[in-house]
């Protein structure tokens, strides 16, 4: 039985997103309901879900909850569970292992959301890496500097130790190539691959 109290509203993209993985790997957590008044307690969009599709069972486990206890677990269990922070870098690698169907618009929406919301859709820096991005531009300027005081010295030779960031956008799809080939390389940084693609390449 839905709970009246439930606060959480699950909009379409939700439900699409849930539909699909469902359909790819079935169901991965059970309902759970409040055994006295046979509340749902987590779990009401699943069961709309299984109700779309005709499915007369669903899994349930149950629990025993008093009033005050239903409450209190209506109120914050999903909550909690959105407190958790995203690590990026283990979500681009989980991103980019990803084998994804043509049919599955909704995961790859879903994916494409993520990774947006990850910085990992953003302007990727293949010269400087991400982790040092802030010094490794501070010793490029200094560089930069030292080269236009030698040219003012009349060396215009320089030492060609000028560094300069190449930013490269990506799309979803794009990135998780990227990331294959990084981990194909066995290469610790951005840079550290596309020195190994360009050497490659004799270039």
């Not at 991965?28 to 499915?55: C, F, S, T, W, Y």
């Not at 947006?116 to 400087?128: C, H, K, P, S, V």
């Not at 040092?132 to 490029?140: E, H, I, N, R």
């Amino acid at each position: 039985m839905a709970n009246p109290a439930n606060h959480r509203l699950h909009p379409l993209v939700q439900a699409k997103a849930l539909s699909a993985l469902l359909d790819r790997v079935g169901w991965l957590q059970q309902v759970i309901v409040n055994l006295p008044d046979k509340m749902i307690v987590d779990g009401h969009l699943r069961v709309a879900l299984a109700a779309q599709r005709g499915e007369l069972q669903v899994p349930v486990d149950y629990v025993e909850l008093a009033a005050d206890e239903m409450a209190l677990a209506a109120t914050f269990f999903d909550p909690i569970g959105q407190l958790a922070q995203m690590d990026a870098s283990a979500l681009g690698e989980a991103l980019g292992s990803l084998d994804l169907a043509a049919e599955d618009e909704a995961l790859k929406a879903l994916a494409q959301a993520l990774a947006q919301d990850a910085g990992l859709l953003r302007e990727t820096y293949a010269w400087i890496d991400h982790e040092d991005a802030a010094l490794q531009a501070a010793q490029a300027e200094e560089e930069r500097k030292a080269a236009k005081a030698r040219k003012g010295a009349g060396d215009e030779g320089g030492s060609g130790a000028d560094m300069f960031p190449l930013a490269i956008v990506l799309s979803f799809e794009e990135y998780g190539r990227w990331r294959k080939v990084r981990l194909d390389l066995g290469a610790k940084s951005d840079k550290e691959t596309l020195l190994s693609l360009l050497e490659g390449r004799g270039a």
